[in-house]
C-alpha cells in the first residue's frame, strides 16, 4: 500500500523547471528545461538529437531521440523553437542530455525566441 501512495505522490509533484544554464547543476535529477532548438541532427543510424541553445559542440544542452522513439517527433518543426522537455538529467561529455520516448515529455513554449 505504501508503494501505490508513493507512486501516487510522485505524480502529483511538478517538475522543478530549470534553463539549460541551470541544467548542468541538477544531473540526475527530473525535472523540465527550457531553451530554444539551435540544431537538429539525425543520426545515420535513425537517432535524433536536438541542440538547445547553441550548436554542436557549443550547445548547452542535447535532447536525445532514440531511433525507435523518433518517428513521435516531427523534429523540422523544432528548429528555431523555444521547448521544455521533461526527464531525468543525464552528463555525457560534460554536456547535460535528456532522453525523450513520448512527445507528451516535450512543450511548445510560446513565440520563436
Known amino acids: 500500500m505504501k508503494k501505490i501512495a508513493l507512486i501516487l505522490l510522485s505524480f502529483a509533484v511538478a ?4 534553463s539549460t544554464n541551470e541544467a548542468k547543476k541538477h544531473i540526475g535529477e527530473y525535472a523540465k528545461v527550457c531553451g530554444k532548438v539551435s540544431g537538429v541532427y539525425h543520426h545515420r ?4 538529437f536536438l541542440d ?11 535532447v536525445v531521440i532514440w531511433k525507435e522513439y523518433a518517428d513521435n517527433f516531427d523534429s523540422m518543426h523544432f528548429k528555431n523553437r523555444r521547448i ?3 526527464g531525468r538529467i543525464r552528463l555525457y561529455k560534460g554536456k547535460p542530455e535528456i ?8 512543450t511548445m513554449q510560446r513565440g520563436r525566441r
Open 15 to 18: 517538475f522543478a523547471t530549470y
Open 45 to 48: 543510424n535513425g537517432h535524433l
Open 52 to 62: 538547445l541553445d547553441g550548436r554542436y559542440p557549443h550547445q548547452k544542452m542535447t
Open 84 to 86: 521544455c522537455v521533461q
Open 99 to 106: 532522453f525523450l520516448k513520448s512527445r507528451s515529455q516535450l
